[in-house]
């Protein structure tokens, strides 16, 4: 299984990284997680093809990982796209993505190609090809914390476990507290990949204690924290831990 990492930035536009999204590559199916604003030139820089993927993943709402679906879509039809994609989001965000796909005036029913749209539910497992599972937890990252009234918006943000051939790859996303970082900590975790924007250094440390994984990666990278992360990497001297790049792609 490859992983490659499309983009390891955060919500910040920045010239050096695109918005955070990775790509998972198992037995010829290619697995996107999240398509935020610019997933269509990330993916050209990555040299994957548009209509390489088979499916995608949305962890979230927020711009820097769902804003470039539109764009991605459209991608898809003026490449003469002709395979099925398969959308994955939680049940509560299913009807929002076609009606935000239809407001660009992308409808389902003329995309040229079948489109599958699945809704998964917290804490239970769901097949997204073979050899290839997940489970969602919802974390702390998106909360109606200044109590607007949003009655018809669902605040949900999920974590996921992968397992991949019997292995198990936990990706945080984006989190809102240090216990997001343990959500499958009764798991044996194999990789970890977590952001780094809205936890400390020492509560990755934690989380990395805590789970021993095999290999670690860092990605959701703030400019202004960089520097940080990067003296921190520096001083712990472990290969376990790893620091994501745009474009870089590991064997798993």
């Known amino acids: 299984m490859k992983l490659t990492f499309v983009g390891t930035g955060s919500g910040k536009t920045r010239t050096d990284r695109f918005h955070s999204s990775l790509l998972f590559s198992i037995n010829g199916f290619n697995l996107l997680v999240d398509a935020g604003d610019g997933i269509s030139k990330a993916l ?13 993943l949305f962890s979230h709402y927020h711009a820097d990982h769902f804003g470039g679906i539109a764009s991605l879509f459209t991608q898809m039809k003026l490449t003469a796209r002709t395979e099925r994609l398969k959308f994955y989001t939680h049940k509560s965000l299913v009807k929002p993505l076609t009606e935000f796909l239809a407001t660009t005036y992308l409808f389902l029913e003329t995309a040229g190609f079948e489109v599958e749209i699945n809704g998964f539910e917290f804490d ?72 780094t924007t809205h936890v400390t250094t020492a509560e990755i440390q934690a989380a990395v204690e805590k789970l021993n994984p095999q290999k670690t990666f860092l990605t ?14 520096r001083k712990l001297n472990d290969d376990k831990i790893i620091i994501a790049q745009d474009r870089a792609e590991f064997t798993l």
């Open 124 to 195: 239970e497992k769901f097949k997204i090809t073979h050899g290839l599972n997940a489970v969602a937890k919802q974390n702390n990252h998106i909360k109606n914390s200044h109590g607007v009234d949003a009655e018809n918006i669902s605040f949900v943000s999920s974590s996921f476990l992968f397992e991949i051939d019997n292995k198990k790859i936990f990706y945080t996303s984006d989190v809102g507290a240090p216990e997001d970082l343990l959500l499958f900590e009764n798991e044996k975790i194999n990789w970890l990949i977590t952001e």
């Open 44 to 56: 050209l820089f990555a040299k994957v093809d548009f209509n390489s993927v088979d499916a995608i």
């Open 220 to 233: 959701h990278i703030d400019e202004e924290d960089e520097s940080e992360l990067n003296n921190w990497v």
